[in-house]
């Protein structure tokens, strides 16, 4: 490895594993190893069409040239799709042999993997399949394989939930890089917040002297 190819994956590394606690919803399925090997096959294949057919772009037919479709537009219709799907398979009685979707509290997320809040614990070693609904606007939607790597109890007052960790697997690079750009994002905005309160502080310490 050259030393360019080297520094190259050293940056690449380091974008990876950046992360920011902020919430975010979460919804995933547990999956046995079989199921998990289907489900990333389908998946692979389901991205494969998409940017085969859709490339992301559109025909304009007064100009014939090809013009970029929104990604948060498109990626809104998918999840439409994806909610069609789970209700005509709720109606034939498909959803319940295949199992259900469960819900959690994302607390921060990386390039890596990301850490979430649930009711009920999860053993370390299980394979998930998960929908990160990172933002709204615009529209961040993450679809990813994970593996729990660690599990912990937190208590609410009195009640328990228990904090999960979870390591991406097979995150398809586009994903990673929606994910990495969101968390940027989000440290953008936390620094904003930051230095108007700064000043906000300052003005009010330079209002009483």
């Not at 994970?146 to 912990?152: D, F, I, K």
Request: hydrophobic content about 35%.
């Amino acid at each position: 490895m050259t030393e360019e190819e080297q520094a190259s994956s050293e940056h690449l590394e380091r974008r990876v594993f950046v992360r920011e606690s902020f919430f975010f919803k979460v919804k995933f399925q547990r999956l046995t190893e079989a199921e998990y090997q289907k489900a990333r096959n389908e998946w692979a294949e389901q991205l494969s069409f998409n940017r085969k057919n859709l490339k992301f772009e559109d025909l304009d037919a007064d100009t014939n040239h090809w013009t970029p479709l929104d990604p948060c537009l498109l990626d809104f219709l998918m999840q439409m799709d994806d909610k069609l799907d789970q209700l005509i398979a709720h109606m034939t009685g498909e959803g319940k042999r295949e199992g259900r979707m469960e819900e959690g509290e994302g607390v921060d997320v990386g390039g890596g993997g990301m850490k979430m809040r649930l009711e009920n614990p999860l053993g370390v070693g299980q394979l998930l399949k998960a929908d990160l609904l990172l933002a709204r606007f615009p529209f961040v939607r993450v679809h990813a394989f994970g593996e729990v790597v660690h599990v912990a109890t937190r208590f609410r007052g009195e009640s328990a939930c228990w904090e999960v960790g979870v390591r991406f697997l097979d995150l398809d690079s586009e994903e990673r890089e929606r994910i990495i750009a969101c968390v940027f994002q989000r440290q953008r905005e936390v620094l904003r917040k930051r230095k108007g309160k700064e000043s906000t502080h300052e003005e009010v310490i330079e209002s009483t002297e």
